[in-house]
């Protein structure tokens, strides 16, 4: 069988600013396209919002061959309330964390792996290593039920499981 591979992740942020810096500045992501939209998505791409908004996406490569990442932007919003199902996003770079250090973002660590947190609360964990292919080697979920999840993902999505881990978390 083989396996389907994740296209993007969507993040909601409130500061396109200081957003742009640390995805283009520290992660080394470059932007890939960008949108700008005058009212709410009928799909409710932007969320429960209907207004003004606009997407970025951002990545190390082309969408059709790299995993990328989706900065929706609401007009007038100016922070959004993080959830508990995103954990993280595994990237190998040896320039990150050295960057994160110099641009003022705090590097803390988590199981021994670095971690540096987006302006709008995302953490993105680095592995000070260089990378063959995409810098993006995992994206780190959480769910309330283990089991449908994986049959969600692996079954019906075709993606590959890498590792499970259960952990309470309160």
Same mark, same amino acid.
């Given at each position: 069988m083989?396996?389907?591979? /994740? #296209?993007?992740?969507v993040f909601k942020v409130g500061n396109r600013t200081k957003t742009t810096q640390f995805f283009?500045? %520290? =992660? $080394?992501m470059k932007? #890939?396209?960008?949108e700008e939209f005058?009212? $709410?998505?009928? /799909?409710?791409c932007n969320g429960p919002y209907d207004g003004k908004?606009?997407?970025?996406m951002v990545g *190390? $490569?082309?969408?059709d061959s790299h995993f %990328? %990442?989706? #900065?929706? *932007?609401? *007009? $007038?919003?100016?922070?959004y309330k993080i959830g508990n199902d995103f954990l993280g996003i595994t990237i190998h770079s040896n320039t990150a964390l050295e960057k994160a250090k110099s641009l003022g973002y705090a590097v803390t660590s988590e199981e021994g792996v670095s971690v540096v947190t987006s302006p709008d609360g995302y953490k993105f964990r680095i592995v000070n290593e260089s990378s063959n292919g995409d810098p993006v080697k995992q994206i780190s979920l959480a769910t309330?039920? =283990?089991?449908?999840?994986?049959?969600?993902?692996?079954?019906l999505c075709g993606m590959k499981v890498y590792s499970v881990e259960q952990k309470k978390q309160f």
């Open positions: 083989s396996h389907s591979r /994740a #296209l993007h992740f283009r500045d %520290v =992660l $080394g932007f #890939l396209r960008h005058e009212e $709410g998505c009928k /799909a409710s908004w606009s997407k970025s *190390y $490569g082309p969408e %990328v %990442v989706e #900065l929706t *932007y609401n *007009y $007038g919003i100016g922070s309330s039920h =283990l089991s449908k999840s994986i049959d969600f993902w692996s079954r």
